[in-house]
């Protein structure tokens, strides 16, 4: 006989779960004293949406649920974001929701929710355990819900009486993988796509990729001379120094590459649902009907033909699709290797950084400084705003696992993610980047790190301002400025009152030994850049954009 709460940790264990992050609850107590005698980490957080935002990292990373734990009410309403970030993002992420005891439910208790209505839309699969004894029945459904097909969050609420409760219930098992791959005939037309082609083009993005699967792609770029695109905030998926890469196929995409994608013949989309973010607004792939003969691979079969009809549909993983092509050979050398060429040089012009620019600082020669001191192996966070510009279209990723940013422009996300990535894997480099209204939003997970020694180094590029925001409201209503502007902390004094180090970066200059320090200190860090609000895009500054409006 076990009680519910000891049936979930045993159900995680089964199923492979080495860490949880939580803020804890009174409503599954029973949980946190069955992990106290469990092998199970646990990471007690500041706030529930930077657990799931934690979860979520540590499933983009390794493909394998993230899992997360919260009370019932605003626990699990500020977990919501997590949540959203993940299914947008297609991550696997159990969160688990201590819920109201049974005698009280639909009395509006308190702080009860009803979980399925709340979750319903940005929730992959949402349940409630009645009886502990079949939680290894749910519990082991729900790892294969979130992993399998399009992956996604699963939502487990746990009643309180339940986690109490004494049952007899079987072992848990862990579930069985389902993978899903291409048929010999979908991949024949391919081939005899590709063969007739002139100008095609490769999109990777989505999940469900590995080391094995980015090395695989890169034998069949090399094998047919393509060229090939990431999708928004998908960039580890290929490296961006090897010869056949094009650029990132996001916001703010390069124009050369937007019309070499408009102007291919056929486009082999990998993995990626294509959105509105990636499409620029479905003009590089216009919804329904495509001007390209689209190949579409995704392991799930509801996202063939959901927003576009493809040419050729191919249900199966990017991994086990890019194993199976990459034993197919073209027929004759491509006529397209030249473009191949001019296309990546392209993508390095795109990606040089400018010198200078508004202001005492200058983030492009930041941003080189970063690209010769990081390890290939160094992974960068971030959440969204203007000043993600500067990581995603001049950062040139070299490594898969390398990445965590929301495709879902959530911010928030870079401070708490960087605290799971560095938990994932303590000796490898961490460095999320914040705006000054992004860190605010999550940066007390920064206290985290320092709870559990995880030196990471956030870099808080602050201009005082909603960054995005503004520019945007300068563009539609120039000088018209209301509810952007901000009045900032010291965040450098604020890492110190943290237990961490801070640094405040005032010119160009001072970044590399402001950052140097950060990183001899061992532990975590804030580099406060205080930048120039004219320094809203790496081209143009506010008064341009005013100016033109």
Known sequence: MKTGGQLIVDALEANGTDRIFCVPGESYLAVLDALHDSAIRTIVCRQEGGAAMMADCQGRLTGKPGICFVTRGPGATNASAGIHIAMQDSVPLILFIGQVASHAKEREAFQEVDYKKFFGDIAKWVVEIDDAARIPEFVTRAFAVATSGRPGPVVISLPEDMLTSEVDAPQALPRTPVETYPGGAELDALEMLLNGAKRPFVILGGTRWNEEAVAHMRTISEAWSLPVGCSFRRQMLFDHLHANYAGDVGIGINP??????????????????????????????????????????????????????????????????????AKRKPAAKPVWAGETEKAHAAYLDWSTPPESGPGPVHMGPIMNYLEKMLPDDAILTNGAGNYATWVHRFHRSRRFATQAAPTSGSMGYGTPAAVAAKA???????????????????????????????????????????GTIRMHQEREYPGRVVATDLKNPDFAALARAYGGHGETVEKTADFAPAFERASASGKPAIVEIRLDPEAITPTRTMTQIRDKA
């Open 256 to 325: 050369k590459l937007a019309a070499q994608i408009k102007a291919a013949d056929v486009v082999l989309l990998i993995g990626g649902r294509m959105g509105e973010m990636p499409s620029s607004d479905y003009t590089l792939l216009k919804s329904p009907y495509p001007d390209q003969a689209l190949v579409h691979v995704h392991a799930d079969a509801g996202e063939l033909g959901r927003v576009y009809r493809p040419t050729l549909a191919i249900n199966a993983s990017p991994a086990a699709f890019v194993e199976a092509f």
């Open 424 to 466: 994932l894997y303590p000796d490898r480099t961490v460095v999320a980047f914040a705006g000054d209204g992004c860190f605010l939003m999550n940066g007390q997970e920064f206290a985290t790190a320092v709870q559990y020694d995880l030196p990471i180094i956030v870099i808080v590029v602050n201009n005082g301002i909603y």
